[in-house]
């Protein structure tokens, strides 16, 4: 057996399909012990018997395939084995890139553009680091927290029924299995929904490892280098840890670790008031833990308006949850085993101790060394892009969690989508959020889109509101569940609709006909005309709307 190392230049690839096509074509072929074609280098390496087959007949195999061989060289380049090849050719891209696009990111804004690029027949090389593919929402954000809520929301109404028929019993929680079956959920729609949707994508390459953006174009990752025309940096966000003498030395929880827990904690303190924090907030209390928020602002939800936000606060409070407002902390420290809060509230100092410390202050962008590479980023480490999602470099655009806009799962595909439409279309169409639903799951939930009443006058704006309780609403008197209210907003002049919020326990399933209603102009008017099932919770969207001008409260159900 006469043993030699070949390697060719192989033209005609456009992607990693056609290397496996060759690699498919040459392998079982008598003589040929082992087969390697990189479509980014643009090679063929071949181990062959040469009692067997000739470096000749390789080639004409290859050519056989309708990609074609181009001249070969004496050379002693390294191959895929580590050893000097014997026969090698030269490699000339020409000036060509190695990739349409590179994606620095493995979350829902890089599938969503890995997904879209594939679609236009465009090659693409993704590169992921960190967390695992999937990004925050599958692996430590949306899932993990939202199946956990439903467990403690189930595991919290067995023992707290709204029914007096019912007689609560004395469930009982098995935390760690909570927790197993969390991780059984998040492992299976990683698998399902990310890796196995681009596995046999022959336009997408995935290489794990962490990326550095170079100027011209250029990343390396793993000690290789990788050109494209375009770049879609798509590395989402993390937690903002506030500069708090002493945060850094104690054993602090944040979303990535926080659903990993094995044992209950005791008593959780929480740093923040708004999504994440109050979320599990009311998760942890639910499931067992005593639970302290811990918020600079005087209100939770500061954003919203003090009805939204004295809501939440009073159901939260119900549950036995410490809401703690206008929180300066001053120091934090950790004491036989104990994380100990040292602030002024309100401007009165207080000492406050628990066993665990969850900080959920708010979110920065995961950018890396992109302002090295030129990328100008603005506030917390997120890039600044324009309308059309590119940055102030023409060929680099960026998508989801790290542009800072909208931290959510469903504006991150969005806008990878619509960032590789722009990258290569015809014509550039620019981001559009005039209609943005938004959720936060408590229970109530928080729900919304459109305009405030802040809002809307600083739009200058004449509005009117309408607002009507769940407890004017049959199929919330009917559940035995009448906590919070449906408030709709309307354009005075028009009477088409310009916002909503809700608080309600499934609010969030009632956004989409406001949002429609919204972004088509439809009138409340028009609303209260449409049918809605009696004793459904959409009835009070009509309630809401025929509100605006009457008093639902004196009306029979049959005359609505």
């Known amino acids: 057996m006469r043993i030699k190392r070949v390697k060719y230049s192989i033209s005609g690839m456009t992607c990693d399909g056609c290397a496996r096509t060759i690699e498919k074509a040459l392998s079982g072929t008598d003589g040929i012990l082992k087969e390697y074609v990189s479509f980014v280098k643009g090679v063929g390496e071949f181990e062959i018997d040469e009692d067997i087959i000739t470096k000749e007949k390789v080639a004409e195999l290859i050519n056989s395939t309708h990609y074609k061989v181009v001249e070969k060289i004496k050379s002693g380049e390294k191959n895929f084995s580590g050893k000097s090849t014997t026969e090698s050719t030269t490699e000339n891209h020409s000036g060509d890139f190695d990739y349409d696009l590179i994606i620095i990111g493995g979350g ?13 027949l465009k090659t693409v090389l993704m590169i992921n680091d960190g967390l695992p593919i999937g990004g925050s929402c599958v692996n430590v954000g949306c899932v993990p927290s ?3 809520i439903r467990n403690a929301e189930q595991f919290y109404y067995s023992n707290h029924p709204n029914f007096s028929g019912i007689i609560p019993g004395n469930n009982r929680l098995n935390f760690k299995e909570s927790i197993r079956q969390k991780k059984e959920l998040v492992s299976s729609l990683r698998k399902e929904k990310y890796i196995d949707v681009l596995k046999d994508d022959s336009n997408v390459t ?9 100027k011209n174009r250029t990343v390396t990752v793993n000690g290789k280098i990788f050109t494209s025309k375009k770049i879609l940096l798509s590395t989402g966000s993390s937690t903002f840890i506030p500069d708090i003498p002493g945060l850094n030395d104690v054993n602090y929880l944040t979303n990535v670790s926080l659903y990993d827990l094995e044992e209950m904690p005791e008593h959780l303190l929480i740093i923040g008031g708004r999504y994440i924090a109050l979320e599990n907030t009311q998760l942890f209390a639910r499931l067992g833990a005593k639970v302290t928020i811990l918020q600079r602002s005087n209100r939770i939800i500061p954003e919203e308006t003090d009805d939204v936000s004295d809501e939440l606060s009073k159901y939260l409070s119900a549950e036995n949850i410490e809401i ?9 420290k950790e004491k036989t085993g104990k994380i100990i809060v040292v602030s002024d509230i309100k401007g009165k100092p207080e000492t406050i101790e628990g066993s665990h410390l ?3 202050a708010g979110r920065k962008g995961n950018s890396g060394n992109f302002v090295k590479a030129g990328v100008e980023t603005f506030g917390n480490g997120f890039v600044k892009t324009d309308e059309f999602l590119q940055t102030n470099i023409p060929d680099i655009y960026a998508a989801g969690d790290i542009t800072g806009e909208y931290l959510f799962v469903y504006s991150a595909s969005y806008e990878g989508a619509l960032a590789v439409e722009n990258m290569f279309g015809d014509k550039k169409r620019p981001k559009d959020y005039s209609v943005f639903p938004w959720v936060i799951f408590t229970d109530p939930q928080i729900a919304g889109v459109g305009m405030n009443e802040k809002q809307a006058a600083e739009n200058n704006i004449e509005f009117d509101v309408s607002t009507i309780f769940l407890k004017d609403i049959p199929r919330a008197l009917a559940a035995r569940n009448k906590k919070g209210f449906i408030k709709l907003l309307r354009d005075r002049n028009s009477d088409k609709l310009i916002g909503a919020r809700i608080v309600a326990s499934e609010g969030s399933e009632l956004l989409m006909e406001i949002s429609l209603a919204i972004k088509y102009g439809i009138t409340a008017e028009e609303l209260k005309n449409l049918f809605h099932p009696y004793l459904t919770l959409s009835e009070g969207v009509k309630l809401a709307a025929i509100g605006f001008d009457t008093d639902v409260r004196k009306l029979s159900c049959c005359a609505v």
């Not at 829902?108 to 236009?120: D, E, G, R």
């Not at 995935?206 to 170079?214: D, H, K, S, W």
């Open 108 to 120: 829902s804004a890089a599938f969503a553009a890995a997904i879209k690029a594939s679609s236009l």
């Open 358 to 360: 969850f900080v959920a």
């Open 324 to 332: 703690k407002t206008g929180v300066k902390i001053k120091s934090i």
């Open 206 to 214: 995935i290489i794990e490892g962490r990326a550095e953006l170079l």
């Open 146 to 148: 939202k199946t956990l």
